[in-house]
C-alpha cells in the first residue's frame, strides 16, 4: 500500500510538473506574439463650424487629414479624405487610418524616429475643395506607441 501511495505521488508530481511547463510555455508565446503593437488608427473629434464660428449642423462633410512629418510643414507621409456627418450640434467623429487613403501607408509610418503632425482641411460643401483649418503636433504616450530610441 506505501509503495502505490508513493508511485501515485510520483506520478502526480510528473504531471504537475508538465502541467507546470506546459502553461510557462503558454505563457511565453502569448508574451511573444502579443507584442504591444503601435496603433494604425486613432480616434479625431472636432466641431465643424463656418467662417461666423456658427456650428455646421446635420450636414455632410468632407475632411482630409494629412499627417506631415518633421514639422508643421513637413512632407506629406500619409493623406485620406472622410465624407461624414455632422450632428445638431456640429459634432463629428472620424478615425484617422480609417478614411479613403489618398497617399502613403499608417503602417509605414515610424512613430519612434520622428516627430509628426495632424493636418486637417475641410469642405463644408461635403467636396474635395479643403480648406486647411490648422496643424498640430500628434502626441501619444508611451502605452500607444513605441517610445522614441536613445
Sequence with gaps: MKHEIFTN?????????KK????????????????AQTPQAFNYSAVARNASGIPIATTTIGIQISILKSSSLG???????????????????????????????????????????????????????????GTTPVSYTHLTLPTKRI
Design 9 to 17: 505521488s510520483k506520478i502526480n508530481l510528473q504531471l504537475m510538473n
Design 20 to 35: 507546470i511547463n506546459l502553461l510557462f510555455i503558454f505563457c511565453l508565446a502569448i508574451l511573444t506574439f502579443a507584442k
Design 75 to 133: 512632407s506629406t507621409v500619409y493623406s485620406e479624405n472622410h465624407f461624414i456627418n455632422t450632428d445638431d450640434f456640429g459634432l463629428f467623429n472620424l478615425i484617422v487610418g480609417g478614411g479613403s487613403v489618398q497617399s502613403g501607408a499608417m503602417t509605414a509610418i515610424d512613430w519612434s524616429n520622428d516627430d509628426y503632425y495632424l493636418k486637417v482641411g475641410m469642405d463644408a460643401n461635403g467636396g474635395t475643395n479643403f480648406l486647411t483649418m
